[in-house]
Each structure stands twice: as structure tokens, then as C-alpha cells.
């Protein structure tokens, strides 16, 4: 983000609540450091039944930004990332997935209409210092206004300011999620050797051509789902249409935020007699809900309260005059049978 | 030689029939058990396993306790404390209860106690497909997901949000550390419990 | 044999329904097993939660599908073994933050010595120096092969590589060595 930006966004919230001013500062600037700074160290990750401990390094060369996590507890494992772009290694003798790229540009730099937005759904407040892995950090708690979504608390590295500890907040204050370094190092460069991809991407098995598809792709609507009603502050910030594993239907995804919390409704056909998983359920922070809505099988999933995934699943509505799947043998929704 | 052979599958060195014969031997012999725990601790010791002098061996104790076959492959394997359902995804239940088109809205929510092995099955390994038409966005193909069982496709769309997310900055911190919890944990323990014969199209 | 491997036969009987092939890796995983969840539930507990983490896996089993070493899966079933345990206990209630000192205790610290056991209570630091001087004081060639397995980690062959002998006399020396190492043990662990 350009300097002059980030002195707009100051300026923004110098003129903001007070109480604000620096609140808003520290989120961009943490945002940022996510992002361009050299960090590596190792990250305990615990939701309320589930603990992983990964070992992270993160570095910028050359406009290049590369990321590797590697798990400790368990078998063995690896993901890189290069510039968003996922190389997943797994142990060698698991099949072996993805070079595509990640949606950039998702979450967009925050403007300032963007900070002013997340205001008035969120409080922000800064909390004072806190030790994170022997590292002097500044807190940043933000709190939200309704009973519709989560909140942070953010510690981040006074001089890098890149975030170190990680609560997300559900209601009474309890955390549901937490991420945060045990061990952190800010080194000037990564050794050459994080930056090989190349070797990594030998290692990768090679995947079988793709095959043919035999879907014509003009009977497919666009993803053009319409929600009835959503919870103040949310839009749809991405829609996207994928192809499903046996290139016989398609998943439309959808991602709702509200320039924090993000929520994602997936909607795939399904034939009458497959299971699929309706009703509500949590993994962790993550609530989800699923439910068939006539031959489609819609699936929310975010990290968002129950009711705000429930809500958002049933407002969900086909669009007026939807296309039949080219696949499928009945009627899209709305059509006549 | 009995023992011969118990060093030798210490080594994972040991024949197959050798192997066979070893355990109809060790099974008679009290002396060959204790050896083999003897050599065990040896190794464990130079590997820096710290072991109390007072520390029991829970062998005896473990041994009664087993059931007399472990569940095959393919049967349910629930957890030890009965008669709770215990999941990863707790919908478990009501997914054999919701085979019908008709939405049941089952709230279940997680208590305090958490138990049992975790249960969410691994991703399966998925052809790689391409997209027919721009703009249709390609998407990592070890989340495509329509042809697994439910609690896997739940378990995908979770990790594909979170991969989603894993692009931000700070919150993506914890959707990237999410993102990287699920997809790199181990499920080889889980599959058992989740499997169900003829649930795969 | 790869360290993934080494268990492969025994776990194949075990699946098999064979408990006594069961049988032989709880006893060589019991103590990696009991220091692992007793970093998590402290020592007074920690051998129950170990039977219990060899129960489940014992009822696991059939899903075990060799695609990491059988340790590697043992180790994740103790650590949730062990974490249930904590949490069932009402010990660490769902909403407290970990704070580092906690942190450490998880995952990544195998290094961490167990600060609440002295060295000289420790029946591992005697069994060390009896392994050491016992096979300080083999042949030349059995304290070769010995320490090629198990300091280098070589197989069969390739030990019989860098030793320039048949696979069998490898065997057979190490076999010997071993000998002597449970002869030099016995009297300390009956």
C-alpha cells in the first residue's frame, strides 16, 4: 500500500471517534505486514477441540511473496505458497493437488470508504501492550456491534507489526479460535533455498491431463444467486463457478463479507438420493448450515455466529428463471417439472 | 532362532514366516516379551525418551482391555466413551436421519467435552479437470467435492473458505493457520469412524 | 527399512486381528507414548492416558492406512488422547487463552526436558550409560554394525555395504550385540 494512502487513512481516522484513530492505523498496518514482511516461527493454532502446531516462514524477494507452513504435530506435512498461488506438498505417497491460484485481490487494500464501513459495524479500540513470543506487542481489540458476527483480538509486533496473536471473539468474550506465534524471527532475508519452488514443485506428482469436459458451459447460468436479505454490512465481494471432481455438475461459490467477517455459500446439484448434509453444525469457530433448496444442495460456511450462517442460508433463493443443469436430469429450481 | 528374529524385526528386518513363528513363540515365552521391551527402552533411551524409575509398564493393563478383534475395515468405529456419537462434524447423526430431500433443521451444538478420535476422513485424491469456459475460476481440484460423503464435502468447503481467506491480511492469519490446520492434518486414524459401506455414488 | 516401514509387519498382523502383534508395539511404544501425553496431563496421569491412547488406536486400526510411519498416527491419536482428557477434566476451559508458557507445552517441544524429574531418578539415563559401556566393550565388529543401525539408522544392506559382508553376518552381529545390550539390561529391569 502506498505511503500516501496510508497517510490519507491516518488523516481518515484522525477525524474518526475518538478512541479510533490509532485503532485504524494499526489494522492496515498490520494488514500489510502480513503480507510484506520476513517473518518466520512457529504458530500454535487452537479452536476449542483442536490444536496444531505449524512451523511458518514468510518472505518477500523481488515482488515475489512466498509462504510455507509446515505442521509439527502429526505426520509430516508442507504447503507452499508462492504469490497466493498454492503448491500443496503433502507426504509423498498421497496424490497431490494444486497449482492454481488463490482469488487476489479479494480483500483489497482497505480504502478509507472500506475502514469508515467496517466502523460502523465494529468497535475498535487499541488494548495496550502484551509480551507474544518474547516480542513487544500492541493490541488491538475489534469488537462488533451486533449479535450477527465476531470480533478480534489482535496483538501485533511493535516494530514489524505483523500480527503475532490472533483471538477470534465470539460472544461474552470467549475466544473461539486462536492463532499464535510460541517462537518468532524477523530475519533481513530468507535463505535463497525458501524461495526454490522449483524443487518443490519436482516433488509434486504430476497430474493426469485434464480431461475433457463435456458441459456446455452457455446452459450454465452465471452464478446469479440472490439472497432475499442479508445481515447489515455484508455483500457479495466474489462469485465463482467451479467444475465438480467428475466434471459432471458445477459448484458455484459465493463469498459474502463484510470486510471482516467473510461467509461462503456453496450451492452444487445433487440427485434426490445422495446424502447431503442439511441442519446446522461447527467446526471449531466455523458454524455451518446446509440445506437442499429443490435440487440444489447449499452449504454456508463461515465464522460467523449460527444464526447469521442460518439466516444467510435461508434467504438464499434461486434466481427467477434459472437454466436447467446441463448435466443434471431434472429442472433447475423455479422451472416448471 | 526366536530371538534372532525378534532383533531382526526390531530392524523391520524380519520374514514373513519368521514373523509367524516369532509370535507363536513370544506368545509362550514371558522371557522373549521382556526382551523385546528391554531393547525397546534401550533404543528409546539413547533417542532421549525420558522413562521414571518407578514407571509401570501399562502393557498388561492396555491388553486386557482390548476388544478381541478390532473393527474391520469399512464397519463404523465409534469411539470409546459410548453411547455419544462423538465427531469432528457433529451432524453424523443427523445426516442418517435427514436421507430425505426435506431440510431438518438439527441444531447440535458442541459441549465442553470433547471426545473421541477426531472423525473427519481425509480428502480423496481427485482428477485434475479444467475449466471449459473463462471466466470460470480454477480452483484448487483437492477441493472438488461433490462425489464424497457429506461430512468429507463439509470438510472441503471448510477448507476451501479458509484457503479463500487465507489471502488476507491479518484475520487470514488465522483463516491461513485454519486453512493449514485442516488440510495438512493426518486422517489416516479418522477414516474408520466415518466410513460407511455404499455411501459413495 | 525405512523408519515409515519398520512397523509395517506388525501393524499388518494387528490389522489382522492379532493382538499379540499388538501387543509387541505397545511395548515399544509405551514410554515415547507416556512422556508424550504426560507433557499434556503430567506424569501422575499420564500412563492411563497412554492405555487409553493404545485402546483407541487398537479400535482404529482398520483405518490405518500406512501412508505415514505407525508412530506418526500413534503420536496424533495420544495428543488428542490426551487433550480430551484435559478438556473433559474440566481443566482448561474452552475460552482461556494458551499463554506462552502453556504454549510450550504443546506440539513442538520434544526438546524441552521434563524439568519436574531429576537426571539421577531417571531409569533412562542409567540404561543409556549401561547400552554405552556395553557396547564400548563388544568386538569391533559387533559394536560396527551396532552402531551403524542404530546411530546411523542403515538398513541390513546397507550396513552390509559399508561393512563389505553378507546380509546374514550383519544380521548376526547385530543379533549379538543385542545379546549382550538385553544381558547388560536385564539385571537392571527385573
Not at chain 1, 444467486?225 to 454490512?233: S, T
Not at chain 2, 480423496?124 to 471466466?135: D, E, R, Y
Not at chain 3, 487398537?58 to 487433550?83: D, E, M, P, V
Not at chain 3, 520434544?110 to 539421577?120: F, G, I, Q
Request: net charge negative.
Amino acid at each position: 500500500m502506498s505511503r500516501a494512502l496510508l497517510l490519507t487513512l491516518l488523516t481518515l481516522a484522525s477525524t474518526a471517534a475518538v478512541g479510533a484513530e490509532e485503532p485504524a492505523a494499526m489494522l492496515m498496518r498490520m494488514s500489510e505486514a502480513a503480507r510484506d514482511a520476513n517473518y518466520q516461527g512457529v504458530i500454535v493454532y487452537r479452536t476449542q477441540d483442536r490444536l496444531e502446531t505449524l512451523r511458518v516462514v514468510h518472505g518477500v524477494r523481488e515482488g515475489a511473496e512466498i509462504e510455507r507452513i509446515q505442521t509439527l504435530t502429526g505426520a509430516p506435512s508442507e504447503i507452499v505458497k508462492l504469490n497466493g498461488r498454492v503448491i500443496c506438498l503433502l507426504p509423498k505417497d498421497r496424490r497431490l493437488t494444486l497449482d492454481r491460484p488463490t482469488p487476489k485481490g479479494l480483500f483489497p487494500v482497505l480504502s478509507e470508504e472500506r475502514v469508515a464501513q467496517l466502523m460502523t459495524m465494529y468497535e475498535f479500540e487499541a488494548i495496550g501492550a502484551a509480551r507474544v513470543a518474547g516480542r513487544q506487542c500492541h493490541g488491538l481489540a475489534i469488537t462488533p456491534k451486533d449479535e450477527l458476527r465476531y470480533g478480534y483480538r489482535i496483538w501485533a509486533d511493535a516494530e514489524t507489526g505483523v500480527p503475532l496473536k490472533v483471538n477470534l471473539v465470539g460472544r461474552e468474550g470467549r475466544v473461539l479460535e486462536q492463532m499464535m506465534f510460541t517462537e518468532v524471527e524477523f530475519p533481513e532475508q530468507l535463505p535463497d533455498a525458501v524461495f526454490d519452488t522449483e524443487a518443490d514443485q519436482a516433488r509434486v506428482q504430476s497430474a493426469p491431463p485434464p480431461r475433457a469436459v463435456a458441459v456446455d458451459a452457455r446452459a450454465l447460468p452465471e452464478a446469479s444467486w440472490q439472497f432475499r436479505e442479508l445481515p447489515p454490512g455484508f455483500r457479495v465481494a466474489m462469485r465463482e463457478r467451479r467444475l465438480t471432481a467428475d466434471g459432471g455438475g458445477v459448484v458455484d461459490h459465493v463469498l459474502l463479507t463484510d470486510g471482516l467477517t467473510a461467509i461462503s455459500v456453496f450451492s452444487a446439484y445433487r440427485e434426490a438420493s445422495a446424502p447431503a448434509f442439511q441442519g446446522q453444525s461447527r467446526m471449531g469457530a466455523v458454524h455451518a448450515f446446509g440445506r437442499m433448496l429443490g435440487t440444489f444442495h447449499i452449504t454456508v460456511v463461515g465464522e460467523a455466529p449460527p444464526e447469521t450462517v442460518r439466516m444467510i442460508g435461508e434467504s438464499l433463493q434461486p434466481p427467477p428463471a434459472a437454466s436447467e443443469p446441463a448435466t443434471g436430469p431434472g429442472p433447475g429450481p423455479g422451472e416448471p417439472r | 532362532m526366536a530371538k534372532d528374529s525378534l532383533s531382526a524385526l526390531l530392524d523391520g528386518e524380519c520374514s514373513a514366516s519368521e514373523l509367524d513363528r516369532m509370535l507363536e513363540e513370544i506368545e509362550r515365552s514371558p522371557d522373549l516379551k521382556a526382551s523385546w521391551s528391554r531393547l525397546c527402552l534401550a533404543r528409546d533411551s539413547a533417542e532421549g525418551v525420558r522413562v521414571r524409575k518407578d514407571q509401570r509398564c501399562i502393557c498388561a493393563d492396555v491388553m486386557s482391555r482390548l476388544d478381541v478383534q478390532p473393527a474391520s475395515a469399512g464397519a463404523r468405529v465409534l469411539p470409546l466413551f459410548r453411547p455419544r456419537l462423538q465427531g469432528y462434524w457433529k451432524p453424523f447423526a443427523a445426516l442418517a436421519a435427514a436421507a430425505s430431500v426435506a431440510a431438518v433443521a438439527v441444531s447440535l451444538s458442541f459441549g465442553d467435552r470433547s471426545e473421541g478420535i477426531l472423525t473427519v476422513p481425509g480428502l480423496a485424491p481427485q482428477p485434475a479437470i479444467t475449466p471449459v469456459s473463462a471466466p470460470l475460476a480454477q480452483r484448487p481440484r483437492y477441493l472438488q467435492t461433490v462425489s464424497t460423503s457429506p461430512e468429507e464435502e463439509l470438510r472441503a468447503y471448510l477448507i476451501e473458505h479458509s484457503n479463500t481467506l487465507a489471502d488476507r491480511g491479518m484475520g487470514g492469519t488465522l483463516s491461513y493457520a485454519r486453512f493449514a490446520a485442516h488440510t495438512l492434518s493426518e486422517p489416516a486414524e479418522l477414516s474408520a469412524a466415518m466410513e460407511s459401506p455404499g455411501e459413495r455414488p | 527399512m525405512s523408519e515409515n516401514h519398520i512397523d509395517e509387519q506388525l501393524v499388518a498382523r494387528a490389522q489382522a486381528g492379532d493382538p499379540r502383534a499388538f501387543e509387541l508395539l505397545v511395548r515399544k511404544y509405551q514410554y515415547k507414548i507416556v512422556q508424550l501425553v504426560g507433557r499434556l496431563v503430567g506424569e501422575a496421569e499420564a500412563p492411563d492416558v497412554a492405555q487409553e491412547t493404545f485402546v483407541r488406536a487398537w479400535r482404529a486400526l482398520a483405518g490405518f492406512r500406512g501412508q505415514s510411519a505407525f508412530y506418526t498416527w500413534l503420536y496424533r491419536i495420544g495428543i488428542n488422547t490426551a487433550k480430551n482428557y484435559i478438556v473433559s477434566r474440566g481443566r482448561r476451559p474452552a475460552d482461556q487463552d494458551i499463554d506462552i508458557a502453556d504454549a510450550e507445552l504443546y506440539g513442538h517441544t520434544e526438546h524441552l526436558s521434563d524439568v519436574t524429574t531429576p537426571e539421577a531418578e531417571l531409569l533412562s539415563e542409567e540404561i543409556k550409560r549401561r547400552v554405552a559401556e556395553t557396547i564400548a566393550e563388544l568386538p569391533p565388529d559387533l559394536r560396527k554394525a551396532i552402531t551403524l543401525r542404530e546411530l546411523e539408522g542403515l538398513s541390513y544392506e546397507e550396513i552390509a555395504e559399508a561393512m563389505d559382508c553378507p546380509i546374514g553376518t550383519v544380521r548376526s552381529r547385530i543379533f549379538r550385540a543385542r545379546e549382550a545390550i538385553d544381558a547388560a539390561l536385564k539385571p537392571l529391569l527385573e
